[in-house]
Structure formats: structure tokens, C-alpha cells
């Protein structure tokens, strides 16, 4: 095992921001997550693997009340006032049609179709067209908002939600045909029905401020079951395919799941409704829920996106983990934070031990940290990436509308001194990425997949380069080689491509694999990328000899490390030792691992003397510390100094509103 001086960084204040809404798209494997700063964050969810790949930036003053997915497109609607179609591939809104004060969205199965309820108690239809979607028109008003909505499945009738009733609605007429009264539990409180859904045979389930669901038969208008499922308001409702399980959550966090039986030994016998289970995986109040494969998604006030199924019974968390929020400037021991609206540059603590002492013994600090620099953009601007050169002399990020470059001097008991470089080229537009390969070099990752190599200059910077996009797709991934001349980016086509940035041309392009890349990492003297997917496979790429490395052609399939069994998670980022390179460093947001090459191969000498055969799953040489959490970054800031940013969770917890409050047996 490798031997290192940890700097534990705790001053990333980093705050999650709610759930708010939740919508899967089934024909692409897609979730969106619509957070409460208006932020949109778009989920793989293939083959049940969960893997956040990209963000919508928010908007000033600009809420996500709703999600729709239509055939791999998506839309959302808020309280400011219409509705949004984005761009998938450049993150930005691509169309957009006025709808007044949108509390809920609704997309028809025929997907033609999208209704749409306002604060002003109109519901309002829209077709969805090839460039965004086309005013229809709008039924009757109704007396005060109209809180949810859900269409029959056959599409002939739409049902909403608002304070004390459930209204049926003719689509074709666009008149009222029924209106369903909910009693009051308490005589002057209003009963508020804040979610619907409706299965095949026109069963109405509602969820509502009283914590009951019902079940009501939508032809007759009659309420044929209620149950007291919360302590407290029903705020989602999600429904199985099979539409023999409903699941529930609302303000008590807890999540109760109903199902469909038949009373009687008869097949044919009456179906009726029954609480089978309840399933506490949330702190705070559960906002959205919705099927994405065999797992319920659920998110709320607590920030996670939890996953959960039965049988068997699995609960997994992912915690709210920003992407490339760190970087680190090694040379000049110093770190800069991404937050949605500003940057801070720190220059780290030091120590001046002699000796290290045992496992695990705190070393005295000779200088704390210390923060050189808050620079924070306009309101309406959220950062989208930013970089920082290895001598802390470049700084470089990208909002949602151009890029900005400065050049930081910082001299001795003097503070630092920021000045911005004005003149980029003309081409310089709003990155996805940004990459400082050398010192004086920046890389720049554009929507549609094209790289800027960039000379930077404190008078006018010039472009070196431009690397043409085959496929137009944009980029999940930059990672440059630590000399400075390769250059490897994998995009959302599953494409690995590898760069020559001092002859400027491509070298090579990696096979393509079935899952997407989570994270790559350059040999410290070797000519090799490693590459690790979202399934956790790991791969080593020789970029001389333009093939897989024998350790990877042998070693890949034994070094998988599984997210589910060995509750590792999804990797995060590796690299290698740079003092010891046959060690493999790479973590998920709880757990960081060390693989090490010399010990498998060690091993595999030792089962080869044996009669029985290796399992290709074999889990071994996996040296595992859950003493981390949560995981944000891991970097070398110098051969034998690890940094390790980490946002623990009761920092997030600290950060959260007022529960529930439920009395507890014993107290």
C-alpha cells in the first residue's frame, strides 16, 4: 500500500438545493431532476445503472413546478409564466411558449398533446409541434388554482386537482362531466388535493392535505376506498406500468405503497386496494416520485435522489454531487471552488513535520488556510465550468453566456491581484468544458463537441487550433496528460478521442464501449489513458501501440467493482500514483479505492498453481476506506500529498428545513 499526508478539505461550502420534480423518459433511459433553483439535471438511467451526466444551469427567479418527456425531447413549465422545450445538446432553452403561472404538466399517452394547469384556475391545452409546442385552447375557468393534473388513459377525458374537489373534464367538449367533494377533516380547513393519478380502467387515486388517498371510479364518480396513508399532506403519487402498485409521499417523508388485489379465491373476482408496506428513505418531505426502470425514484427537501425496490429489498441515496466543482493548481498549492454563482480560489494549509507519525495521526498546521479570492458573476449568469493553470497564474470559466479569462499575480504579503483579459478571439463562445493542458494553454469545449486550443496572453490571446466534431455530440469528459501534450475527450456518443495539442491533430479513438465513460485519467509516464464507464468497468488504453494494455486485456473483468453488491458506487474520478504508478486511485461520493496491479498479478500467480479456476468477477487487491464522505474531489497535489474534498453529510443536514415532527416511542 501507498503511503500519503492527506489535506482533508472541509471549506467547500456547498449547499444542495431540493428536489422539486421528477419525469423518466422510457424510450431513451433518461431522468430528468428538477432541483428548486430552477437547475435541471439529466440522469442515464440504462440498464438500471444511474449516472449523472450533464445540468441545465437555472434562471434567475425562474422555477420547475414540472417535467415532461416526448420522445426523447424535454419541457418544463414553472411559475414564471410558460413553457420551456431544451436543447440537450448546447443546455439551453430552445423554445419557449407563454402559459401564464403553471402550477402542474401533463403530456397525453398519445404524446401529442400537452394540458397544462395556471394559478388562475384555467387549464389550458398545447400541441406539441417540431419546433416546440402550439397554443390549442383552454376549458372553463375554474374557481381558485388548479394544483395537478393526470389524463385518462384513452385521452377522451383530463382529471384536476384543487382545494376541496377532484373536476372530470370532457377533452372534447372541455366542459366539466363531474365533480368529485372531498370531506373536510377539519370543519374551517380546507381539504387540498395536491397530486392524481388514473389507471387503464379509470380509476381515479388522489392524494391530498388531509394525508389520505383515495380511490375513486371514475365512470360512476363514486369514492370506492380512502386510507389514511400520512400523518400529514399527500404531495405525489406514483403508479407502477403493471398499475397494480401505488406508491405515496408527502410531508412525514415516509413512502406507502398500495396494491391491487382480488378479493376471493376466483380469478375473476372484485379488485380492491390494500396498504401493504411503508418504506422510510427520506428525512424531509418527498416532493416527486416516479418509475425509472424496476426502481422508484423519490426526491424532496433532504436533496437526495433516492432510489428503492422490493423485493429485494434495496435503498440507495445518491447524494446531490456537483461535477468538476474542484481543481486544483498543484505547483502553487492552491484550490478553486465552483459554486452555481461565483468562484473561490484557496491557498492551502501546510505542514512542517518532520515525520508523519502513525496511520492516521493528525500533523500541526505551520499556516491555515486561506482564501485569496471571491470573484462572483452577474445575477442572471450561473458558471457552467472553470479551470485554473497549475501555477495559479490563469484563471478561466464559462457562464451560461460567454467566457471569461484573468490573469492572477500574487506576490509576496500582498493580496492578489485579479486582471481580466478582454480581447478572446472572436470563435471563444460559451464552453461546456474547460482544460488548462500546459501553464500558457487552454482547451475549450464547445456545445457542439468542437475544441479551441487556445495561447493565452494578458493582451490578446490567440487561437492555436480548432478540433473539428465528427459526430456534432457535446462532451462528457476533458482530461489532459500530465506533460501537456495529449489530450483525451469523451463525448455522449460513448466516443473516446485522444489529441496531439503540440502537432494538432488526433491520434486515435478508443473501441467504443456500451456504457458511458465516468471518468479518465493519463499514466504519469506512460504513454496510457485508463478509462473507467459508468458500470465501473475499468480499461487501460495504449495510445502508442493503439490497443488495450496487457494488464487490461487480462485484469478489466477482475477489477470490475461492482455498485450494487460491493456498495461502492459509481466511480467519480481516478488516478494514478504518480510516485508508484502500478496504483490505480479512484473514488465514488463515500468510499475511495486503491487498486494495485503488482498484488493482482501476485495473486493470479498464486491461483494459477491451484486447480480451480478464476472467476472472471473475482474481487481482489481492492484496498477500500469508507473514512471519506461525502467524496466531492480527489487530487496529487504533490507525490506524497493527497487533497481530499469532502462535504460530510451533517454539513448538508445543518443546511436543511425544519421536519416533521414525529413523536418517538420513549420520549
Given at each position: 500500500m501507498a503511503e500519503f499526508r492527506v489535506h482533508r478539505v472541509r471549506f467547500f461550502d456547498y449547499s444542495p438545493v431540493a428536489i422539486q420534480s421528477l419525469a423518466y423518459d422510457d424510450s431513451k433511459g433518461k431522468l430528468a431532476v428538477g432541483r428548486h433553483d430552477g437547475t435541471i439535471e439529466l440522469w442515464n438511467c440504462s440498464q438500471n445503472i444511474f449516472h449523472h451526466e450533464m445540468t441545465i444551469p437555472g434562471e434567475e427567479q425562474r422555477s420547475v413546478e414540472s417535467l415532461v418527456w416526448m420522445k426523447g425531447r424535454?419541457?418544463?413549465?414553472?411559475?414564471?409564466?410558460?413553457?420551456?422545450?431544451?436543447?440537450?445538446?448546447?443546455?439551453?432553452?430552445?423554445?419557449?411558449?407563454?402559459?401564464?403561472?403553471?402550477?402542474?404538466?401533463?403530456?397525453?399517452?398519445?404524446?401529442?398533446?400537452?394540458?397544462?394547469?395556471?394559478?388562475?384556475?384555467?387549464?389550458?391545452?398545447?400541441?406539441?409541434?417540431?419546433d416546440g409546442v402550439m397554443y390549442n385552447r383552454s376549458f372553463i375557468r375554474q374557481e381558485g388554482r388548479v394544483l395537478c393534473l393526470a389524463w385518462q388513459p384513452a385521452g377522451d377525458y383530463l382529471v384536476s386537482g384543487a382545494v376541496d374537489g377532484i373536476r372530470i373534464w370532457n377533452v372534447a367538449a372541455g366542459n366539466v362531466t363531474e365533480l368529485l367533494t372531498l370531506p373536510r377533516v377539519i370543519r374551517d380547513t380546507e381539504t387540498v388535493v395536491w397530486s392524481i393519478v388514473i389507471t387503464s380502467d379509470f380509476t381515479i387515486i388522489s392524494g391530498d392535505s388531509s394525508g389520505n388517498v383515495s380511490f375513486f371510479d371514475g365512470h360512476q364518480g363514486t369514492c370506492l376506498q380512502s386510507f389514511q396513508a400520512n400523518r400529514a399532506d399527500v404531495l405525489t403519487l406514483c403508479l407502477d406500468k403493471e398499475e397494480n402498485k401505488v406508491f405515496c409521499g408527502g410531508v412525514d417523508s415516509a413512502i406507502t405503497q398500495f396494491e391491487r388485489v382480488t378479493a376471493g379465491k376466483q380469478a375473476d373476482g372484485m379488485k380492491t386496494w390494500i396498504q401493504s408496506s411503508s418504506r422510510i428513505i427520506h428525512t424531509h418531505d418527498v416532493r416527486a416520485m416516479c418509475m425509472a426502470g424496476e426502481f422508484l425514484v423519490s426526491g424532496g427537501d433532504d436533496t437526495y435522489l433516492c432510489l428503492s425496490k422490493y423485493p429485494p429489498k434495496t435503498y440507495i441515496k445518491l447524494p446531490h454531487i456537483p461535477k468538476n466543482a474542484v481543481h486544483i493548481a498543484d505547483t502553487a498549492n492552491m484550490i478553486l471552488h465552483q459554486y452555481p454563482d461565483y468562484l473561490e480560489i484557496w491557498r492551502l494549509g501546510a505542514t512542517n513535520a518532520e515525520s508523519y507519525g502513525d496511520d492516521g495521526c493528525i500533523l500541526p498546521l505551520c499556516s491555515n488556510p486561506e482564501k485569496l479570492l471571491q470573484l462572483r458573476t452577474r445575477s442572471e449568469d450561473k458558471v457552467i465550468c472553470s479551470a485554473i493553470s497549475s501555477d495559479a497564474r490563469w484563471l478561466a470559466y464559462s457562464h451560461t453566456t460567454s467566457v471569461h479569462l484573468y490573469h492572477l499575480t500574487l506576490e509576496t504579503?500582498?493580496?492578489?491581484?485579479?486582471?481580466?483579459?478582454?480581447?478572446?478571439?472572436?470563435?471563444?463562445?460559451?464552453?461546456?468544458?474547460?482544460?488548462?493542458?500546459?501553464?500558457?494553454?487552454?482547451?475549450?469545449?464547445?456545445?457542439?463537441?468542437?475544441?479551441?486550443?487556445?495561447?493565452?496572453?494578458?493582451?490578446?490571446?490567440?487561437?492555436?487550433?480548432?478540433?473539428?466534431?465528427?459526430?456534432?455530440?457535446?462532451?462528457?469528459?476533458?482530461?489532459?496528460?500530465?506533460?501537456?501534450?495529449?489530450?483525451?475527450?469523451?463525448?455522449?456518443?460513448?466516443?473516446?478521442?485522444?489529441?496531439?495539442?503540440?502537432?494538432?491533430?488526433?491520434?486515435?479513438?478508443?473501441?467504443?464501449?456500451?456504457?458511458?465513460?465516468?471518468?479518465?485519467?493519463?499514466?504519469?509516464?506512460?504513454?496510457?489513458?485508463?478509462?473507467?464507464?459508468?458500470?465501473?468497468?475499468?480499461?487501460?488504453?495504449?495510445?502508442?501501440?493503439?490497443?488495450?494494455?496487457?494488464?487490461?486485456?487480462?485484469?478489466?473483468?477482475?477489477?470490475?467493482?461492482?455498485?450494487?453488491?460491493?456498495?461502492?458506487?459509481?466511480?467519480?474520478?481516478?488516478?494514478?500514483?504518480?510516485?508508484?504508478?502500478?496504483?490505480?486511485?479512484?473514488?465514488?461520493?463515500?468510499?475511495?479505492?486503491?487498486?494495485?496491479?503488482?498484488?493482482?498479478?501476485?495473486?493470479?500467480?498464486?491461483?494459477?498453481?491451484?486447480?480451480?479456476?478464476?472467476?472472471?468477477?473475482?474481487?481482489?487487491?481492492?484496498?477500500?476506506?469508507?473514512?471519506?464522505?461525502?467524496?466531492?474531489?480527489?487530487?496529487?497535489?504533490?507525490?506524497?500529498?493527497l487533497v481530499v474534498v469532502e462535504r460530510p453529510p451533517q454539513s448538508i443536514s445543518a443546511h436543511l428545513p425544519a421536519s416533521l415532527q414525529v413523536k418517538k416511542f420513549g420520549t
Amino acid at each position: 500500500m501507498a503511503e500519503f499526508r492527506v489535506h482533508r478539505v472541509r471549506f467547500f461550502d456547498y449547499s444542495p438545493v431540493a428536489i422539486q420534480s421528477l419525469a423518466y423518459d422510457d424510450s431513451k433511459g433518461k431522468l430528468a431532476v428538477g432541483r428548486h433553483d430552477g437547475t435541471i439535471e439529466l440522469w442515464n438511467c440504462s440498464q438500471n445503472i444511474f449516472h449523472h451526466e450533464m445540468t441545465i444551469p437555472g434562471e434567475e427567479q425562474r422555477s420547475v413546478e414540472s417535467l415532461v418527456w416526448m420522445k426523447g425531447r424535454l419541457f418544463s413549465s414553472g411559475l414564471h409564466g410558460d413553457i420551456t422545450e431544451y436543447d440537450l445538446n448546447s443546455l439551453k432553452p430552445k423554445a419557449r411558449a407563454s402559459g401564464g403561472s403553471i402550477w402542474c404538466m401533463q403530456l397525453n399517452t398519445a404524446s401529442s398533446t400537452i394540458a397544462v394547469g395556471t394559478d388562475d384556475g384555467v387549464i389550458s391545452l398545447y400541441d406539441v409541434i417540431d419546433d416546440g409546442v402550439m397554443y390549442n385552447r383552454s376549458f372553463i375557468r375554474q374557481e381558485g388554482r388548479v394544483l395537478c393534473l393526470a389524463w385518462q388513459p384513452a385521452g377522451d377525458y383530463l382529471v384536476s386537482g384543487a382545494v376541496d374537489g377532484i373536476r372530470i373534464w370532457n377533452v372534447a367538449a372541455g366542459n366539466v362531466t363531474e365533480l368529485l367533494t372531498l370531506p373536510r377533516v377539519i370543519r374551517d380547513t380546507e381539504t387540498v388535493v395536491w397530486s392524481i393519478v388514473i389507471t387503464s380502467d379509470f380509476t381515479i387515486i388522489s392524494g391530498d392535505s388531509s394525508g389520505n388517498v383515495s380511490f375513486f371510479d371514475g365512470h360512476q364518480g363514486t369514492c370506492l376506498q380512502s386510507f389514511q396513508a400520512n400523518r400529514a399532506d399527500v404531495l405525489t403519487l406514483c403508479l407502477d406500468k403493471e398499475e397494480n402498485k401505488v406508491f405515496c409521499g408527502g410531508v412525514d417523508s415516509a413512502i406507502t405503497q398500495f396494491e391491487r388485489v382480488t378479493a376471493g379465491k376466483q380469478a375473476d373476482g372484485m379488485k380492491t386496494w390494500i396498504q401493504s408496506s411503508s418504506r422510510i428513505i427520506h428525512t424531509h418531505d418527498v416532493r416527486a416520485m416516479c418509475m425509472a426502470g424496476e426502481f422508484l425514484v423519490s426526491g424532496g427537501d433532504d436533496t437526495y435522489l433516492c432510489l428503492s425496490k422490493y423485493p429485494p429489498k434495496t435503498y440507495i441515496k445518491l447524494p446531490h454531487i456537483p461535477k468538476n466543482a474542484v481543481h486544483i493548481a498543484d505547483t502553487a498549492n492552491m484550490i478553486l471552488h465552483q459554486y452555481p454563482d461565483y468562484l473561490e480560489i484557496w491557498r492551502l494549509g501546510a505542514t512542517n513535520a518532520e515525520s508523519y507519525g502513525d496511520d492516521g495521526c493528525i500533523l500541526p498546521l505551520c499556516s491555515n488556510p486561506e482564501k485569496l479570492l471571491q470573484l462572483r458573476t452577474r445575477s442572471e449568469d450561473k458558471v457552467i465550468c472553470s479551470a485554473i493553470s497549475s501555477d495559479a497564474r490563469w484563471l478561466a470559466y464559462s457562464h451560461t453566456t460567454s467566457v471569461h479569462l484573468y490573469h492572477l499575480t500574487l506576490e509576496t504579503n500582498k493580496p492578489l491581484r485579479v486582471q481580466r483579459v478582454r480581447c478572446l478571439p472572436s470563435c471563444v463562445q460559451r464552453a461546456h468544458h474547460l482544460c488548462f493542458v500546459r501553464p500558457d494553454r487552454l482547451v475549450l469545449a464547445l456545445a457542439t463537441g468542437e475544441l479551441l486550443l487556445l495561447e493565452v496572453d494578458k493582451d490578446k490571446p490567440r487561437l492555436l487550433h480548432r478540433f473539428s466534431s465528427e459526430n456534432g455530440v457535446s462532451l462528457s469528459h476533458l482530461k489532459s496528460s500530465p506533460c501537456g501534450k495529449y489530450m483525451a475527450a469523451a463525448d455522449f456518443n460513448r466516443t473516446v478521442n485522444i489529441y496531439d495539442t503540440h502537432n494538432f491533430k488526433k491520434l486515435c479513438t478508443l473501441p467504443q464501449y456500451e456504457h458511458q465513460v465516468a471518468a479518465l485519467a493519463f499514466h504519469p509516464k506512460e504513454l496510457d489513458l485508463l478509462v473507467v464507464y459508468a458500470n465501473n468497468e475499468i480499461i487501460e488504453f495504449s495510445i502508442k501501440e493503439n490497443c488495450y494494455t496487457s494488464w487490461s486485456r487480462r485484469y478489466n473483468k477482475r477489477c470490475h467493482l461492482s455498485q450494487s453488491e460491493d456498495n461502492f458506487g459509481l466511480v467519480m474520478n481516478v488516478l494514478y500514483n504518480p510516485v508508484l504508478p502500478e496504483q490505480i486511485l479512484l473514488h465514488s461520493d463515500r468510499r475511495l479505492c486503491i487498486l494495485d496491479k503488482r498484488e493482482m498479478a501476485s495473486e493470479e500467480k498464486q491461483e494459477s498453481t491451484k486447480d480451480t479456476p478464476i472467476g472472471p468477477r473475482c474481487q481482489f487487491s481492492n484496498h477500500i476506506s469508507d473514512k471519506y464522505q461525502y467524496l466531492i474531489h480527489l487530487g496529487v497535489m504533490q507525490p506524497d500529498l493527497l487533497v481530499v474534498v469532502e462535504r460530510p453529510p451533517q454539513s448538508i443536514s445543518a443546511h436543511l428545513p425544519a421536519s416533521l415532527q414525529v413523536k418517538k416511542f420513549g420520549t
